[in-house]
C-alpha cells in the first residue's frame, strides 16, 4: 500500500523527527529512505518553509490537523512546492507518541495560481487603463465593476456604483 501512493507518507516522533517514509520520498529528495531516519522534517525543506514546517510539530494543540505549505528542493535543483498535513497520534494514556503526516506534491496547481494571477492582474490594468467607460454587471444587472472613464463619464464614484443596478 505504501509503495502505491504517489504521495509523501511519514512518521515522526514527538519532536518532528522522521522514523517512517515511504517510496515517494525518493522521488522527491533523490536520497534513500534511510537517509531520512531521524532528520527533522523542517531541515529537509527551504529556509523560507522551515518556520511554518516547524510549527506543525508545536503542542500546544494536540488535536487535529495541521497544514501548510512549503518548498523543498529536490534532486537536480528542482524545487517541490508541497502542502504537507499531519496529525498527532494521542496514545491510550492521552500522550503524544508523534505525528502522521503526508505531503502532496502541489507544484503544477502553485505554477498555475501564478500565471493566474498574473493574467487577471494584466486584465485588471486594461480595464482600468482604457479610455472608454466600461462596467461589468452580474446576471441580475448589479455593477460588479467599473473603470475609471466609467467614473468620470457618469460623475459617480465606483464606491456608490458597485453593487447598485444600473
Known amino acids: 500500500l505504501f509503495k ?8 515522526t516522533d514527538t519532536q518532528g523527527a522522521i522514523r517512517f517514509v515511504n517510496p515517494c520520498w525518493h ?3 533523490g536520497q534513500a529512505a534511510a537517509a531520512a531516519q531521524g532528520r527533522h522534517l523542517y531541515d529537509i525543506v527551504q529556509p523560507q ?15 487535529g490537523w495541521r497544514i501548510c505549505k512549503a518548498r523543498l528542493q529536490g534532486p537536480n535543483e528542482k524545487s517541490h512546492v508541497l502542502e504537507i498535513s499531519v496529525i498527532p497520534l494521542i496514545g491510550q494514556n492521552g500522550q ?18 501564478r ?9 485588471e490594468q ?10 461589468m454587471t452580474d446576471l441580475l444587472g448589479r455593477f460588479t465593476a467599473v473603470n475609471a472613464a466609467w467614473e468620470s463619464f ?12 444600473n
Open 4 to 11: 502505491s501512493v504517489k504521495e509523501l507518507i511519514f512518521y
Open 49 to 63: 518553509s522551515r518556520a511554518a514546517v516547524a510549527a506543525l510539530f508545536q503542542t500546544k494543540n494536540s488535536t
Open 96 to 113: 503524544l507518541r508523534g505525528y502522521a503526516g503526508s505531503a502532496v506534491d502541489i507544484t503544477a496547481r502553485h505554477v498555475a495560481q
Open 126 to 135: 486594461i480595464f482600468e487603463s482604457n479610455p472608454l467607460p466600461m462596467c
Open 27 to 29: 522521488k522527491l529528495t
Open 154 to 165: 457618469m460623475g459617480v464614484p465606483r464606491s456608490q456604483a458597485l453593487g447598485r443596478r
Open 115 to 123: 500565471h493566474l494571477q498574473h493574467q487577471l492582474a494584466l486584465t
